[in-house]
């Protein structure tokens, strides 16, 4: 069964450059989020998409932006790179529309900021 | 959505039964209970959810207290790659508003 896929797997930036993290969901499913997972700690959500619309926003910093295409792929920027961006970004997709959701996430692009 | 507490680590031997606890004991009646697990540094796996009854799939059981207050998840026979930090996760389902909150979790050590 199709998954989802993220790309880059491993991503390395200098500060204050920017990253484009992708994000392919899988099929017919109709939300997208993001999520951050810094070392140690739990993941947290930053933001989500429903029907390529935004539909929830977590802690995410103004220096990030991210979007849903017409093909439902979806894209997290992050722009004036810090050293504390420094995690590993899972995105997921779920089907919300019918039933409850049962998010499947991908295997996650490790960012590291130098 | 409703706070949960897990206990931070355990330890379970392979081929036995680990169970997991969860006290959701603010959970409200719209609440769901989701777990999730998350082998080292992999992406979260989604388990399994109830809302009221009882629920089994292929993973694993999960069994709600009748007053919701609480839950445990059941791996009926734990296998080394069992091994992951497991999320006992309480959520309202809206639609289009579903994020999840991950929580401490417990870190769950299956030893051969």
């Known amino acids: 069964a199709a998954g989802v896929i993220q790309s880059p797997r491993h991503l390395i930036k200098e500060k204050r450059e920017t990253a484009t993290l992708k994000c392919y969901p899988i099929p017919r499913h109709d939300t997208v989020y993001w999520y951050q997972q810094g070392p140690g700690q739990d993941p947290q959500f930053l933001i989500s998409f429903y029907e390529k619309m935004q539909s929830d926003k977590g802690s995410i910093p103004d220096r990030f932006s991210a979007q849903q295409f017409s093909d439902y792929h979806s894209e997290l920027n992050m722009s004036s790179l810090e050293l504390g961006d420094s995690a590993l970004y899972f995105c997921a997709s779920s089907l919300n529309l019918w039933g409850t959701p049962m998010e499947t996430f991908g295997s996650g692009t490790r960012l590291t900021v130098v | 959505d409703a706070k949960t507490t897990q206990p931070p680590s355990m330890d379970c031997a392979e081929g036995r039964a680990a169970n997991l606890p969860c006290n959701h004991s603010?959970?409200?009646?719209?609440?769901?209970v989701y777990w999730y697990r998350q082998i080292h540094s992999q992406g979260p796996q989604y388990i399994i959810h109830g809302l009221k009854n009882n629920e089994t799939n292929e993973m694993a059981s999960l069994i709600i207290t009748e007053d919701r207050k609480s839950s445990t998840l059941i791996l009926p026979h734990a296998t080394l790659r069992d091994t992951a930090v497991y999320y006992c996760?309480?959520?309202?389902?809206?639609?289009?508003?579903?994020?999840?909150?991950f929580g401490q979790g417990t870190r769950l050590t299956i030893n051969p």
């Open positions: 603010t959970i409200s009646g719209n609440e769901y």
């Open positions: 996760i309480v959520r309202v389902l809206i639609q289009g508003a579903q994020k999840l909150v």
